[in-house]
């Protein structure tokens, strides 16, 4: 074996050090490396249990919207009261019925249509063993009837001009017209 010179050894030890920096850095990645998958399986985990807990969540309140009150609530809990859910499904239904009457006779006065108003407000009333009306016709009519002249829908706010619109749009629309 030959002798080694002053340089050759130099040259072994600045290799051998270069090995322990690279052996050194290459840890110190993997335990980075280590430290982030650790870290993204927490993440993982929270964000499986959160979905888990927000789809548990929505399906309960899903359930609890579509089942209506609870017993022991109170009947006017929630956007509206039962008196305004009561006028809307008169409205409603009175808009219905009186659109399809309208068709049959698309020459009717204000009178007429008014009076065949209130017949199925208080049929859809009476449906529900309350017979009597909350609201009158003459004032859901001529309420739709500015409405529609607010927006732009009919030019002249009359009677024969909202009913020949009315009759103009169809019924979806017409009926879709909030009153």
Same mark, same amino acid.
């Given at each position: 074996?030959p002798a080694?010179?002053?340089?050759d050894?130099?040259?072994?030890?600045?290799a051998?050090?270069?090995?322990?920096?690279?052996?050194?850095?290459?840890?110190?990645?993997?335990?980075? #490396?280590?430290?982030?998958?650790? #870290?993204?399986?927490?993440?993982?985990?929270?964000?499986?249990?959160?979905?888990?807990?927000?789809?548990?969540?929505?399906?309960?309140?899903?359930?609890?919207?579509?089942?209506?009150?609870?017993?022991?609530?109170?009947?006017?809990?929630?956007?509206?009261s039962?008196?305004?859910?009561?006028a809307?499904?008169?409205?409603?239904?009175?808009k219905?019925?009186?659109?399809?009457? #309208?068709?049959?006779n698309? #020459?009717?006065?204000?009178?007429?249509?008014?009076?065949?108003?209130?017949?199925?407000?208080?049929?859809?009333?009476?449906?529900r063993?309350?017979?009597?009306?909350?609201?009158?016709?003459?004032?859901?009519?001529?309420?739709?009837?500015?409405?529609?002249?607010?927006?732009?829908?009919?030019?002249?706010?009359?009677?024969?001009?909202?009913?020949?619109?009315?009759l103009?749009?169809?019924?979806?629309r017409?009926?879709?017209?909030?009153?």
């Open positions: 074996m080694l010179t002053q340089s050894v130099y040259a072994i030890n600045a051998e050090a270069r090995k322990r920096d690279l052996r050194l850095e290459i840890a110190r990645i993997k335990g980075q #490396l280590d430290a982030s998958a650790a #870290l993204s399986r927490a993440a993982a985990e929270v964000n499986s249990a959160t979905l888990v807990k927000k789809t548990a969540l929505e399906q309960e309140l899903l359930q609890m919207e579509s089942g209506g009150a609870a017993p022991g609530s109170s009947d006017d809990w929630g956007k509206y039962t008196v305004e859910m009561a809307q499904d008169e409205r409603f239904y009175a219905d019925k009186g659109y399809d009457w #309208l068709v049959y698309p #020459l009717a006065t204000f009178e007429e249509t008014v009076a065949e108003f209130e017949k199925y407000m208080l049929e859809q009333r009476t449906a063993e309350r017979p009597w009306l909350l609201q009158r016709g003459e004032g859901l009519i001529r309420e739709w009837q500015a409405n529609a002249f607010v927006r732009g829908l009919i030019t002249e706010n009359s009677w024969p001009a909202f009913r020949d619109w009315l103009g749009v169809g019924k979806e017409a009926v879709g017209v909030t009153a």
